[in-house]
């Protein structure tokens, strides 16, 4: 198995071949070599990870906070056994996982969007921080100090959405009476 080198930016400055590989796919290809990658073989999963952020105004959000890193480490671990992975994201700073498909979200409406339309799906695993209200109605301009009383945000209940992942109950036909790969 191989890894690197990768492209871009240099060290010295300059722009092409000869770049350290990211320490992620590194990981993961060690992992390969030690364990294989068949282990979840035929299996799909699918993890959320990082916060949600609900916005108030256009400059402005309610949110929990989290890195993304466990969710981000679940993802490629699961990858890395052989699973076809889906990563729900919130805002994070964490570099996508090799071999996982990476899928940007900002709301929880917009992570659970997500997660039904990557159903039926074998392993699930959230690890995102939703926050837990959002603002019934949000303001279209920022709201301005002015010296008077601050605004009064009215907040409405996110949806649970490990709940509502729950209740779909799918899971591929094929996958039923094994787990994945084997019988």
Not at 85 to 106: D, F, K, W, Y
Request: proline content about 8%; charged content about 25%; overall charge negative.
């Amino acid at each position: 198995m191989r890894v690197g080198p990768g492209s871009g930016e240099l060290a010295c400055g300059e722009v092409g071949s000869g770049r350290m590989a990211e320490p992620l796919e590194i990981i993961t290809a060690i992992e390969r070599v030690l364990f294989g990658d068949a282990r979840l073989a035929g299996c799909r999963a699918l993890v959320t990870s990082g916060p949600t952020r609900e916005p108030i105004d256009p400059v402005r959000y309610i949110s929990n906070h989290s890195s993304g890193k466990q969710g981000h480490a679940i993802a490629a671990a699961l990858a890395a056994l052989g699973a076809d992975t889906m990563l729900i994201s919130g805002p994070t700073q964490e570099p996508p996982p090799a071999r996982v498909t990476v899928i940007p979200v900002e709301t929880a409406a917009e992570m659970l969007a997500a997660c039904e339309a990557a159903l039926p799906v074998d392993v699930a695993v959230m690890a995102a921080a939703v926050a837990d209200w959002r603002v019934e109605s949000v303001a279209r301009h920022k709201l301005k100090k002015d010296g008077s009383d601050p605004p009064l945000l009215r907040l409405a209940e996110n949806p649970d959405i490990l709940s509502r992942i729950a209740q779909r109950g799918q899971r591929p036909a094929d996958a039923r009476h094994r787990l994945c790969g084997g019988d």
